[in-house]
């Protein structure tokens, strides 16, 4: 059939009836058909697709925790907040921690303290900015002590191992009587991070750190429970008599003469060759102690006057009041009268030593004179003198931390050396070494016999410790070659899929591309008889061409052997030679 022939017009068919033997084919099929390079770009272009979501789905974002133990309240506020941004997020651990890419986390942290997001259970001092007027004493006290809880709980939730905390203080009324008057009280109660613990120096760091918030507080006031109901801050009370700082105190002492013993002994002994272990008696007592002296005044010229006081009184004349004091006694006195004598008579007036003469008044008045001159006198002196006395006071306080008594123990090992046979033998110090080697140690910790120390200085062979043998994992258990199959198999999963495609769907599309390049070239369609014959006849032209170009090539080997032969004859017998020799 010649290209210029046409088909004849099928004639048409009635409604419903059915067609058989028609070529019917669907507007897709007939697209595909008019244009081949469409299946092969919609392939690429689902290959390429297939490979961009698969390296997208490898290079996923790494999600870390935003935060963690948020109450509904702000996890609320946080998923607005992060909406608004667009910022994708995820829960994990049953919606109780918030996820965000990595890479975003420090930003969105920064972000969302500007917007006071998280607030966190408690409040801290920001709840005494909104006082209303007319508060209430009751109510200013009551917001204060939620106010203080609430910055001490921001507080300890800074510690790395806790993980929440909350505060109870029990703050008494004061009050203007000292019977009255309590003391406040505190409780905490921690919940630590998983798999954390505290120390007792970190529980003694918080209970100072409350006892130093509250005032009037005492810290063995201050209780410390963690979420498993176990009393930290028993080891903080006392009962034991010594606290974290003195214990940690006394191990820095030990460690510091076993570094001084062992630094003098490593340049002659060599390097891990003496073991040295200090134990120490520290004195912890603080003793004060206060002593007064006086010591008489040897010298009296050098005697300091401090104080003089005299006094002196003195009265004559008159009689001293006496007697008992009544109304009687205080009468002033009475006159005095002249004596009257009865003995005057035996003297003749005019006489010597009569009455009335001349002579007798001299004697009357040199007795008034002379008890006159005799009556009452009173006198007093006296006088006080006071000196400083010598006085020496001494005021001693001994700190505590002093070393009582130190024990020492010191083990060299044995000398290496060489045997007889050259094998590695070990031998004993002698008594002069080991003499050397306790003076040194002496004089490295400071021996004193005074306060009892002691030292034990003993030579022995050490044990070789064997280096472990490491485990080898299996296969499937290292860590590596667990990393190594992912990345093999992610890229192994590329090729399958590309081989696939290509096997399944390109494939088959180029090849019915390559038997539709005749008919898109502008050639008609021809009937399938006709298409049979025609690729018959071209696998004939070209099982012919095949035979003709064998012919050829027997040809040029032909001609080959000819020229070979006529050029070196010996060559070509030798080779007939050769193929007609049997072989065994």
Known sequence: MSAATTAAPVPALPTGAPVSGLPTALPFVERLRAQPKLPMILGGAALVAALAAFVLWNRAPDYKVLYANVTERDGGAIIASLSQMNVPYKFAEGGGAIMVPADKVPELRLKLASQGLPKGGGVGFELMDNQKFGTSQFTEQVNYQRALEGELVRSIESIGTVEAARVHLALPKPSLFVREQKKPSASVVLTLQRGRSIDEGQVSAIVHMISSSVPDLDAKSVTVVDQRGNLLSAANSGARGLDVSQLKFAQEIEQTYVRRIESILQPILGAGNVRAQVAADIDFTVVEHTDEKFRPNDDPKAKAVRSQQSSESAQQGGTPPGGVPGALTNQPPTNPSAPISTAAAPNAPGKPGAPGAPGAAA????????????????????????????????????????????????????????????????????????????????????????????????????????????????????????????????????????????????????????????????????????QAALQEQQQQDAREQLRLRESERQRVDLEYAQQLAQEDPRLVAALIKHWMTPHE
């Open 363 to 530: 004697p009357a008045a040199q007795t008034a004179s002379s008890t006159a001159s005799s009556g009452p006198s009173n006198s007093r002196k006296d006088s006080t003198t006071n000196y400083e006395l010598d006085r020496s006071i001494r005021h001693v306080q001994q700190g505590a931390g002093g070393v009582k008594r130190l024990s020492v123990a010191v083990v060299v090992n044995n000398r290496e050396g060489a045997g007889t046979e050259g094998k590695p033998a070990s031998t004993a110090l002698t008594a002069a070494e080991l003499d050397q080697i306790r003076n040194l140690v002496k004089e490295a910790m400071g021996f004193s016999q005074e306060r009892g120390d002691s030292l034990n200085v003993v030579n022995s062979s050490f044990i070789q410790e064997r280096e472990p043998v490491p485990v080898e994992l299996p296969l499937w258990k290292d860590p590596q070659a667990i990393e190594l199959g992912k990345s093999i198999g992610q890229y192994a999963l590329i090729a399958l899929v590309v081989l696939v495609l290509w096997l399944s769907f390109l494939r088959p599309r180029k090849r019915k591309q390559q038997e539709l390049l005749p008919a898109a070239d502008g050639a008609p369609s021809l009937p399938p008889a006709e």
